[in-house]
């Protein structure tokens, strides 16, 4: 087992290695506390670009389900009206202090994987760079046009100054509720948000920490075919019974790959639908600099984090006998949601005009 995974099981509990752990988290508590006092008392400066900023984040460690809120976020503000930009850090990267608009035809390496999936699902002008602020600044000037800014992670990047926070759990909710490194918090579950407005949305059916907020439901669409899904074709529902159909009859020949934080989840999304796949997890941002697949696997069900490291062209030289099929998720939060962000929009905008 490795560090991060024994990590991540002492994080749920407070056993003995998060005790063992706890003294250096009320070093790290302390400051992080004097970082939000400068912040506060203005002896560190926070930069706004001067149109909306909403940040989507989370209190803990690893993927919570941010990205496709971000997709969501992104659809909502255009049936708005608004014109959205992204932005977000690019983890991976080859470069991090570089600024940079991302562009499909990018390779993962010099953008990152989710900010690529970003650009290629919402078509909207997507920058990354480690720096909030600046890479905030960048889009602006490349595109006049944005009147609102969605930031994809981020909520501890204080010197970006934002509108609204939307905090995003999953269903470990906040862990053993220790701060790092003997739990799994960032910063204190229930911290006030420098934002005007700050909304919670949990990726399950039920709230998963204390924190009031809306729920939400995810599940797969269905699939595309992985040239498909670069053409940007949409995925069916009658690909995705016509693959339960045949992992059934030939169970040994199907598998599942997916180089996210919490694999198991996509697995049991696939079961659910009937799909009888043999699961293979892999490292999140998995870079796959070699193809992970046994040579039995004639199908193969990605997900679109995974897909957007599948450039076809390479799969049809390296394995010409395997068929990928790439499964995009649906998300959506209860209904109660969208007007509590729209009346959150309604009064920024007021505010600023």
């Known amino acids: 087992m490795s560090l991060e995974q024994r990590l991540t099981q002492a994080w749920q509990r407070r056993g003995p290695l998060a005790l063992l752990l706890w003294p250096l988290s009320l070093v790290y508590g302390a400051l992080i506390a004097l970082r939000r ?61 570089d600024i940079r608009a991302v562009h499909a035809d990018d390779p ?7 900010p690529l999936l970003l650009a290629l699902r919402t078509a909207a002008p997507v920058f990354v760079g480690r720096d909030r602020a600046a890479t905030a600044r960048a889009l602006r000037a490349a595109h006049p046009e944005v009147d609102v800014i969605l930031s994809d992670d981020g909520a501890q990047h204080l010197a ?46 039920e709230p998963s920490t204390p924190l009031a907020g809306s729920v939400s439901s995810r599940g797969l669409r269905g699939l595309v ?41 996509f697995f049991e999304m696939l079961a659910a639908a009937g799909v009888r796949a043999a699961g293979l997890p892999l490292a999140d941002h998995e870079r796959y600099a070699e193809l992970p697949w046994p040579a039995a696997a004639r199908e193969l069900v990605v997900t679109e984090k995974d897909a957007v490291k599948l450039r076809p062209d390479r799969l049809a030289l ?24 729209d009346a959150a929009l309604d009064d920024v905008v007021a505010t600023a005009s």
């Open 160 to 205: 970006l100054a934002r509108d609204i926070e939307i905090l995003v759990f999953d269903a470990r909710g906040a862990g053993n509720g220790w701060l790092l490194p003997a739990g799994p918090l960032r910063e204190p579950l229930a911290v006030a948000s420098t934002a005007r407005h700050a909304l919670v949305l949990y990726s399950g059916n």
């Open 37 to 97: 006092l400068g912040y506060r008392h203005g002896w560190l400066r926070s930069e706004h670009p001067g149109v909306p900023v909403v940040v989507v984040g989370n209190r803990i460690v690893g993927g919570a389900g941010k990205t496709p809120v971000v997709i969501a976020l992104a659809e909502h503000l255009r049936q708005r009206g608004m014109r959205p930009g992204i932005i977000s850090r690019g983890h991976g990267r080859a470069d991090v202090e």
């Open 225 to 265: 075919e992985l040239g498909d899904w670069w053409a940007g074709r949409a995925a069916t529902a009658q690909a995705l019974a016509a693959l339960a159909q045949r992992s059934r009859a030939a169970p040994e020949a199907v598998f599942a790959g997916a180089g996210i934080a919490r694999p198991q989840a």
């Open 318 to 341: 390296e394995r010409p006998g395997l068929r990928v099929w790439v499964a995009p998720l649906d998300f959506e939060p209860e209904a109660a949601f969208w007007p509590r962000l």
């Open 108 to 114: 993962v390496d010099a953008v990152g994987d989710e």
